[in-house]
């Protein structure tokens, strides 16, 4: 477990984080881009909270799975159905081959 000193710590209501909190700012979190005191009260948060360090658990899991798809290994029919899920969703799209 991580220890802060009291200067680390967030001193207001202001810097508390929520399980909300959690969810909306997870992707920064994770590729590092929060600032210091968020961070900072991003952990606290964890350190109490067993249901959100479960969701960072399976957020890390499936990037990690999700980055570790080739998209050569995806069945060619696979690819199709997603292509044309996607045409019919994005208006204007051309059909590709």
Do not use: W
Not at 13 to 33: F, K, M, P, S, W
């Amino acid at each position: 477990m991580i220890r802060h000193t009291s200067a680390q710590r967030p001193r207001s209501r202001n810097h508390e984080i929520t399980c909300q909190h959690i969810t909306a700012l997870i992707l920064d979190y994770v590729t590092g881009e929060l600032d210091p005191q968020t961070a900072l009260a991003f952990k606290a948060h964890l350190r109490l909270c067993p249901d959100c360090i479960a969701f960072l658990s399976t957020y890390q899991k499936t990037v990690h799975a999700a980055q570790s798809l080739r998209y050569e290994s995806i069945p060619l029919q696979m690819r199709r159905r997603v292509r044309q899920f996607l045409r019919k969703r994005i208006k204007g799209s051309p059909p590709t081959r």
